[in-house]
């Protein structure tokens, strides 16, 4: 049985990663099934994700660190780093194919009931588009949760991992053609196996006090 405490409690912030360890390819299998799976409000799924595993690849994330030297060698030296992105915009061809593929899914038993996912989607997508005018906001907000799912997945895996602040997400968004595509880029994280010398892995954890943050009612 899965021990939640324990694999929150193993997990941290990776700050040097050993470049001559490689994530299996069927351990990637199953960060790629968390990254697809991630829970999105009303199943919108605003998300797209560059992924490398060869120098190449990351040389091209690495571009975008260039002004943060200390993240230069995390992403190197990573055996894997996932660029983030998200819709700025869910538009209609994006809706439409939402909800095509739910359908081709199984997800609607009438035609009915088709119409009714696509309008509760729409309902909710227009309180933050017309109301709130946070659309692009609320789309991004759905991908941290990817985020923070996937990161919870990956150390259920015993894969290390570190979201990366330092980096300029204008130039990933070029680098990748994300604009051109509906989306931008919004986080970065690398992965992989820590190094002998990673001082984070020795530090203990520091959590505010439960009377801080819970209220139970």
Not at 19 to 46: G, H, M, T
């Amino acid at each position: 049985m899965m021990n939640v405490q324990d694999i929150v409690q193993k997990r941290y912030s990776t700050k040097s990663f050993d470049a001559s360890k490689k994530i299996s390819a069927e351990d990637f299998a199953q960060i790629e099934a968390a990254l697809r799976y991630s829970p999105s409000s009303v199943n919108i799924q605003p998300w797209h994700f560059v992924i490398t595993d060869n120098e190449v690849g990351k040389a091209r994330v690495a571009k975008s660190a260039e002004n943060f030297p200390y993240n230069l060698p995390k992403i190197i030296n990573a055996s894997h780093v996932i660029v983030f992105a998200a819709r700025v915009h869910a538009d209609e061809d994006y809706l439409a194919g939402v909800l095509e593929q739910e359908d081709k899914d199984g997800r609607f038993a009438t035609a009915e009931n088709k119409q009714m996912g696509d309008n509760a989607r729409r309902t909710f997508l227009g309180i933050h588009r017309k109301q709130m005018q946070d659309e692009t906001q609320w789309l991004s907000r759905q991908v941290h949760i990817n985020l923070g799912f996937t990161l919870f997945a990956t150390a259920a895996l015993g894969v290390d991992a570190v979201p990366l602040e330092g980096v300029d997400m204008a130039v990933l968004d070029q680098e990748f053609g994300l604009a051109e595509k509906g989306y931008r880029a919004v986080a970065v994280v690398a992965l992989g196996y820590r190094a002998e010398d990673d001082f984070n892995a020795k530090l203990p954890k520091s959590r505010l006090e439960n009377e801080v943050i819970f209220t139970k009612v």
